[in-house]
């Protein structure tokens, strides 16, 4: 949507130029930031297509995880336990003694976010409700 924005930015500044609203200077100087951020987005897009089958294998590996987060969690270790939480989250927020607001890790927040479509298997209680994510007290 970006590099179609700028498409258009750069339509819009030659339209200015032609027209004598602004000048060579300055037609210059805009075409430039233009240019720079088109380059700029342009690599990040070859960097991501690149990327894409990392992401999709860690998305997939992530999405199975999630769907036995009970049995690790109930069967681990306390060392074990501790990575889970590790792994999946990224910062809980504490008010009270109790949690009130998780952050997870990526991809872990996306799946979280998957509400009643029946496509995902959630975890088991770990996952489903945000104070029982883990025993905070005893893992962390």
């Not at 939480?85 to 890790?105: D, P, Q, S, W």
Request: include cysteine; charged fraction near 30%.
């Amino acid at each position: 949507m970006r590099l179609a924005k700028l498409e258009r930015m750069e339509k819009n500044l030659q339209q200015l130029y032609m027209e004598e609203e602004i000048s060579l200077a300055d037609f210059k100087e805009h075409r430039s930031q233009i240019e720079a951020e088109r380059s700029r987005l342009k690599t990040n897009v070859d960097s991501v297509r690149q990327r894409q089958h990392l992401v999709k294998a860690d998305f997939e590996v992530a999405l199975q995880m999630a769907t036995q987060l009970d049995f690790f969690y109930k069967n681990g270790n306390f060392d074990q336990k501790r990575l889970l939480c590790e792994t999946v989250l990224k910062r809980l927020h504490v008010e009270n003694g109790g949690i009130v607001k998780a952050e997870y890790n990526a991809p872990f927040g996306v799946i979280a976010r998957v509400d009643g479509s029946g496509s995902v298997n959630y975890g088991g209680r770990y996952w489903t409700r945000t104070s029982d994510l883990c025993d905070v007290n005893a893992v962390l």
